[in-house]
């Protein structure tokens, strides 16, 4: 089956700077990137996607950038806020079923 | 617009019993995935609903079996609990499994 490898486990940034997150996978066949928030005490929150037919793909302050050739993929977040604090997660899979990472848990300092 | 409503939020159980747990998907969704997240994991998927269906399924024993509703809501059921159960239970629901929506969990603790 699939395999996620998300890195880091743990990303400490100062306000203002930005994040970066990578993943890995396994399946030549996941054709799905979805990326999800999860805060304390609520589920995850999908917060941007990508496709296998799309290299780049951005949100105001959050971009995700895809490579099928070396499998891998990125959440990029600019200018961090306090808010952005959360665990996230990358997924991948393909018929929309994603597998997860273990999660990257990011602390922004005002 | 409601989201995933998921009950009970939190539930403690004794080893050996039995558990239902219950998903009411976003409006207008009709998939139903239910996914085990352990503490400091990402969530693994259990399996996933459709049509009243189950389409498919990961890595869990048979004590893990669930159901979807006409209406599109869901149950999950676990049978003879383990302590190694304890754990938060995510349901999503999608359109067609296009982007999921998940709810916020079902926090089960086995004793």
């Known amino acids: 089956g699939e395999n996620v490898e998300q890195h880091p486990s743990t990303l400490s940034v100062q306000e203002g700077d930005s994040a970066v997150i990578k993943c890995t996978y396994s399946?030549?066949?996941?054709?799905?990137f979805p990326w999800y928030k999860q805060e304390l005490g609520k589920g995850p929150q999908l917060i941007i996607d990508i496709r296998s037919n799309v290299g780049e793909k951005k949100d105001q302050r959050i971009a995700v950038t895809l490579n099928k050739t070396a499998k891998h993929f990125s959440l990029h977040i600019t200018e961090t806020q306090p808010e952005d604090s959360a665990v996230y997660f990358c997924?991948?899979?393909?018929?929309?079923?994603?597998?997860f990472g273990r999660g990257t848990s990011l602390i922004v300092h005002p | 617009d409601a989201g995933v409503t998921q009950s009970p939020t939190h539930l403690i159980k004794t080893r050996g019993q039995q558990v239902t747990l219950r998903c009411s998907p976003k409006?207008?969704?009709?998939?139903v995935s239910w996914y085990q997240q352990a503490l400091g994991q990402g969530p693994q998927f259990i399996f996933q609903?459709?049509?009243?269906?189950?389409?498919q399924r990961g890595n869990f024993p048979d004590r893990f079996s669930g159901h979807q509703f006409p209406n599109y809501s869901s149950e999950l059921n676990v049978n003879a609990l383990l302590l190694g159960d304890s754990a938060l239970y995510l349901c999503?629901?999608?359109?067609?499994?296009?982007?999921?929506?998940f709810g916020s969990g079902t926090r089960l603790t086995v004793v």
């Open positions: 997924a991948s899979g393909g018929s929309y079923i994603p597998t």
């Open positions: 609903y459709y049509e009243e269906e189950e389409r």
């Open positions: 409006s207008g969704h009709d998939t």
């Open positions: 999503a629901s999608s359109l067609a499994g296009d982007g999921y929506t």
């Open positions: 399946d030549s066949a996941s054709n799905y």
